[in-house]
Nanobody, 117 residues
Framework: QVQLVESGGGLVQAGGSLRLSCAASGRVFTINTMGWYRQAPGKQRELVAAIIIGGSTNYADSVKGRFTISRDNAKNTVYLQMNSLKPEDTAVYYC???????????WGQGTQVTVSS
């Protein structure tokens, strides 16, 4: 099992920045991809950004150039630096860890990000 604990959400004005953190513990050696997803009220959960063990990254078009995902392997932590935030970025942000087996699929509890206009 892998446990994920997110932190760093909050309320920020449009144009501001936030950094989310997701600390993984447990059988972290089974994980090869970590990502951030978000879910706004009334909408489906969507991928925001992901990072693979080799360092390759993937971003949703809506956040390219504004968000940066990174990981600190020594701390088993993944970060999401969010700049130039917009009201439409308001959502609950979830950390996800994916491993080599189908059963290796873990979610954090979520952290609220609210961007005011």
């Amino acid at each position: 099992q892998v446990q994920l604990v997110e932190s760093g959400g909050g309320l920020v004005q449009a144009g501001g920045s936030l950094r989310l953190s997701c600390a993984a513990s447990g059988r972290v050696f089974t994980i090869n991809t970590m990502g951030w997803y978000r879910q706004a009220p009334g909408k489906q959960r969507e991928l925001v950004a992901a990072i693979i063990i080799g360092g390759s990254t993937n971003y949703a078009d809506s956040v390219k150039g504004r968000f940066t995902i990174s990981r600190d392997n020594a701390k088993n932590t993944v970060y999401l630096q969010m700049n130039s935030l917009k009201p439409e970025d308001t959502a609950v942000y979830y950390c996800r860890a994916i491993g080599y087996k189908i059963s290796d699929n873990y979610w954090g509890q979520g952290t609220q990000v609210t961007v005011s206009s």
